[in-house]
């Protein structure tokens, strides 16, 4: 079955500290890869996708299939990205995303 | 970019009614929506998906005749929760999209909190 893991529930870091965001999917065949934001109070909105290989505020995920992992990197943190971040898969033409647990970024001053 | 709406935002209401969200697109032609239900301090999950035209998709466990979802026109789908229970409250938001566009992401809704007495 599918399967999104993100095992931090919370990460906390200082602004300026470099950020990596854990993700790692399980699909037999090939998924496509997401990372969604939800800022306080507003919705959920597309951060960035694997097919797409951008860079988006200063955020890049690489896909690497051999350890099934999308982790999103920032070199240096902002307090803006202070969010939810929930890594996202979606298979065949399905459409259908299925999403990890998320994992709260908190950006320190 | 692509504007989803979901309304209302926030319901309370007695056991034993049912309620109904709905989940618009406002500037693009959504063939497909998608309906998914959050609890609190988790992630989520899918429940069914809509085609525009055609019956609704559910998720294993999902019960279809609790939650009736509607997508009539292109740019409306609805979901209603039949005969509500407290256990029925949570959060549940919507999502819109083209599938026949490979490359359009999924745009979501602000959600609807429904809180069940």
């Known amino acids: 079955a599918q399967r999104v893991t993100q095992p931090e529930k919370l990460l906390s870091v200082f602004k300026g500290a470099p950020v990596e965001l854990k993700c790692n999917y399980s699909?037999?065949?090939?998924?496509?890869l997401f990372w969604y934001v939800q800022y306080s109070r507003q919705r959920l909105q597309l951060l960035l996708r694997h097919i797409s290989r951008e860079s988006i505020k200063g955020f890049t995920a690489d896909l690497n299939k051999g350890e099934t992992s999308f982790h999103l990197k920032k070199p240096f943190a902002q307090e803006e990205d202070s969010a939810m971040y929930y890594c996202a898969l979606t298979y065949g033409n399905t459409g259908k995303l299925i999403f990890g647990q998320g994992t709260t970024l908190q950006v320190k001053p | 970019g692509a504007v989803v709406s979901q309304h209302p935002s926030w319901v309370i209401c007695k056991s034993g009614t049912s309620v109904k969200i709905e989940c618009r697109s406002l500037d693009f032609q959504a063939t497909t929506m998608f309906w998914y239900r959050q609890f609190p301090k988790q992630s989520l999950m899918l429940m069914a998906t809509s085609n525009e035209g055609s019956k609704a998709t559910y998720e294993q466990g999902v019960e279809k005749d609790k939650f009736l979802i509607n997508h009539a026109s292109l740019t409306l789908s609805t979901l209603t929760v039949t005969s509500a229970h407290p256990e029925d409250s949570s959060f549940y938001i919507c999502s819109a999209t083209q599938l026949e566009h490979s490359n359009q992401p999924q745009h979501f809704g602000d959600g609807t909190r429904l809180s069940i007495l």
């Open positions: 699909y037999s065949g090939s998924p496509e």
